[in-house]
């Protein structure tokens, strides 16, 4: 079992509907969860941090951390074609090493 | 601000030859900063872990003398690939985290090997 995983997609979304990305862990001192986009041929701009359980919301994306599911996902409310990118999640644990999951590709279509 | 940079941003070398990267926090210092490479539509692939002063933590399967790694001051760490051969060629990105958990990345280096 990979220690994050994500579904490879692709996610293919119309513009202006809601894009839901998912996220597992299996290590349950995890402490700190990070999402990331990626564009094609880019490095990774970190886009929401959340550390607690419940929702985080920033503009147009919500983070969801449930821990005792060891799950977290990201909302992206009116997808627009810009946000057509591969989405990682990021785990932290307490040694701060990263692991990341091995990202979502989305395609928005307008 | 947490503005990383790298340079250069694209190399193209023989085999054989050694190619030396700059990974630079702007405008916080890093404690730590992170070496990945990333092959095209593939996960990053974490390579090394460095402290400023220290000697870089490798992760299982990647050669430290293959791929030195020198984070001299809070603010730049430097990666060279020695004796570089075709399959080296890669995406190379460096990251830093100041004192939080955040992870901030450069904009990455391509490097080709002929």
């Known amino acids: 079992q990979k220690e994050v995983e994500q579904n490879s997609g692709p996610l293919s979304v119309p513009e202006g509907a809601i894009a839901s990305l998912n996220c597992t862990y299996s290590?349950?001192?995890?402490?700190?969860f990070f999402w990331y986009r990626q564009y094609s041929g880019k490095s990774p701009e970190l886009i929401m941090s959340?550390?607690?359980?419940g929702d985080k919301e920033d503009g147009r994306f919500t983070a969801q951390l449930n821990k005792a599911s060891q799950y977290v996902s990201l909302l992206i409310r009116d997808s627009q074609p810009s946000d057509s990118a591969t989405y990682l999640c990021?785990?932290?644990?307490?040694?701060?090493?990263?692991?990341f999951g091995d990202g979502t590709t989305l395609t928005v279509k307008p | 601000g947490a503005v990383v940079s790298q340079h250069p941003s694209r190399v193209i070398c023989k085999s054989g030859t050694s190619v030396k990267i700059e990974c630079r926090s702007l405008?916080?210092?890093?404690?730590?900063m992170f070496w990945y490479r990333q092959f095209p539509k593939k996960s990053l692939m974490l390579m090394a872990t460095?402290?400023?002063?220290?000697?870089?933590?490798?992760e299982q399967g990647v050669e430290k003398d293959k791929f030195l790694i020198n984070h001299a001051s809070l603010t730049l760490s430097t990666l060279t690939v020695t004796s570089a051969h075709p399959e080296d060629s890669s995406f190379y990105i460096c990251?830093?985290?100041?004192?939080?958990?955040?992870?901030?990345f450069g904009p990455g280096t391509r490097l080709t090997v002929l």
């Open positions: 405008d916080f210092q890093a404690t730590t």
């Open positions: 959340i550390y607690s359980n």
């Open positions: 990251s830093a985290r100041e004192s939080g958990a955040e992870q901030f």
């Open positions: 460095s402290n400023e002063g220290s000697k870089a933590t490798y």
């Open positions: 290590d349950r001192v995890s402490q700190s």
């Open positions: 990021a785990v932290n644990t307490n040694a701060g090493k990263s692991t």
